[in-house]
């Protein structure tokens, strides 16, 4: 089997079509069309289904793409070991975070230790995070409420409290802070689903028989905040997430405990990973190395 060949159906399957995956590699389009051609004629096998432009993955080409994704990781880590070996001046290391709060910090640590190493980071709720490790598009996630899985590895790095925030109209502005209960009937703006601050707060409220009234879902914090300043309904947020803002105002909910877990994440596969274990160290303190970065208790 030609090593090319995988190559172009590993790259038509992760860009979603020939004309995608022959920009992304800078190789023409026929060319690409012909390698994989030759692969399902030798196999007599079809993976890809082509309606028009647009091309799905067949059964037997699904199973493929899972051993490709593999095969091109395996080769990254490979580059990535010998890497290591000669100081790390050189590779990539990409991440998935659900934003750029701790993501940013550990970036700068890392890049103080790692300046020759090309980052890379891609931003989304946890469930997209989590699907991009599983995929191999992300070495290493930096994400909130992990589910179980045994393919994945966890690390907690962080614990916070989520708050609720209004804007200077809002009737508890003026307050220092809240029970859940006076939540109730509340317009509140939401997060989309697979939002770990959506879920956390969803859940206390269930727990508390505390209805409120989700007037609007959004899917970013800048358009929650937005939507809270304009005086939409009051959002919830990580308490290190709220960023100071003349009308706005984070308030604590005291009789409640609601807190989401920050985890970084990756393939059980890859503990052994150089690249994986240098983001790792350096993003939890574990280097003895100086950065501007601590793991926040």
Same mark, same amino acid.
Request: contains cysteine; negative net charge.
């Given at each position: ?9 590993? !790259?038509?399957?992760?860009? /979603?079509?020939?004309?995608? !995956? ?12 012909? &390698? ?19 091309? %799905?993955?067949?059964? +037997? ?23 290591? *070996? ?23 640590? *890392?890049?103080?230790? *790692? ?9 989304? #709720?946890?469930? %997209?995070?989590?699907? &991009? ?13 992990? +589910? ?11 614990? %916070? ?23 109730? /009937?509340? @317009? =509140? ?6 939002? =770990? =601050? ?31 300043? &304009?005086?939409? /309904? ?10 100071? %803002?003349?009308?706005?105002? +984070?308030? +604590? ?7 989401? #877990? ?14 994986? #274990? ?11 190395? @100086? ?7």
């Amino acid at each position: 089997m030609l090593k090319s060949e995988l190559r172009a159906f590993h !790259a038509v399957a992760r860009f /979603g079509g020939f004309s995608n !995956a022959a920009k992304a590699c800078n190789v023409s389009q026929p060319t690409l069309s012909t &390698q994989v051609k030759a692969l399902e004629r030798r196999y007599k096998v079809e993976l890809f289904n082509r309606v028009g432009r647009e091309v %799905h993955l067949t059964g +037997p080409g699904k199973e493929l793409m899972e051993i490709t994704s593999r095969l091109v990781q395996a080769e990254t880590d490979a580059e990535s070991l010998l890497n290591s *070996y000669r100081g790390f001046h050189a590779g990539a290391l990409n991440l998935a975070a659900v934003g750029p709060f701790h993501a940013t910090d550990m970036i700068v640590a *890392y890049k103080q230790n *790692y300046p020759g190493i090309d980052v890379q980071v891609k931003f989304g #709720n946890s469930t %997209h995070c989590f699907e &991009q490790i599983l995929s191999f598009d992300a070495d290493v996630g930096i994400i909130a409420e992990v +589910p179980v899985d045994e393919r994945v590895t966890t690390l907690l790095y962080s614990v %916070h409290e989520v708050v609720a925030f209004v804007n200077s109209d809002h009737h508890f502005y003026d307050r220092a802070s809240i029970s859940i209960h006076e939540l109730e /009937g509340e @317009k =509140t703006i939401r997060r989309e689903a697979g939002s =770990t =601050t959506r879920t956390a707060i969803e859940r206390e409220l269930d727990n508390r028989n505390v209805k409120v009234d989700a007037v609007l879902e959004l899917g970013s914090r800048e358009a929650i905040w937005k939507a809270v300043e &304009q005086g939409l /309904g009051l959002g919830f947020v990580a308490d290190f997430e709220f960023v100071p %803002h003349p009308n706005l105002r +984070p308030i +604590p909910i005291t009789d409640a405990d609601i807190q989401t #877990n920050y985890y970084l994440a990756f393939l059980k596969e890859r503990e052994q990973s150089r690249l994986i #274990n240098s983001f790792c160290d350096v993003a939890l303190g574990r280097n003895g190395k @100086k950065s501007t970065w601590s793991p926040v208790a």
